[in-house]
């Protein structure tokens, strides 16, 4: 897996490592709904948004903050991911996924919101690591 959880006490803690900014946005979107969701995720939805921030970690709190929104709000559940990110820190996504529907997705775990406490960004050794933590 690209991701691993990190212990930490009420919250949810997840580590990322990828090859590019874009998998990395994608990857870390993946870990908050496999943590989120069990049952089948169909692709039968479409979701599109932009959003811009001043830094690339206030775009991927930012990126997990409308993820969580469309869920909560819509039950958007995505499945397959197409993110652009600019180096003005612009992010375009086009997700497909499912509705939740309670006979066929259960909630494992609610996550909340995310958080800046020990968020960071980095590139080492041609790879994008980041480290972020979830209210749950």
């Known amino acids: 897996m690209p991701y691993r959880y990190l212990d930490h006490t009420a919250d949810l803690g997840i580590e990322v490592e990828a090859p590019s900014i874009e998998e990395l946005f994608i990857d ?3 870990a908050i709904f496999e943590t989120q969701i069990d049952g089948a995720i169909l692709e039968n939805k479409e979701l599109t948004f932009e959003i811009s921030s001043v830094s690339l970690e206030e ?3 930012e990126w997990c903050r409308e993820l969580i929104y469309n869920f909560s709000v819509n039950g958007f559940i995505p499945a ?3 993110v652009e990110i600019k180096p003005d820190y612009k992010l375009k996504a086009f ?7 309670s006979g066929r997705h259960r909630i494992k775990l609610e996550v909340k919101n995310a958080t800046y406490h020990n968020l960071f960004i ?3 050794d041609d790879l994008y690591h980041a480290r972020i933590i979830f209210d749950v």
């Open 59 to 61: 775009l991927l709190i």
């Open 80 to 82: 397959v991911y197409k």
């Open 122 to 124: 980095q590139r080492k």
């Open 95 to 101: 997700l497909k996924g499912d509705i939740f529907t």
């Open 28 to 30: 870390t979107a993946k």
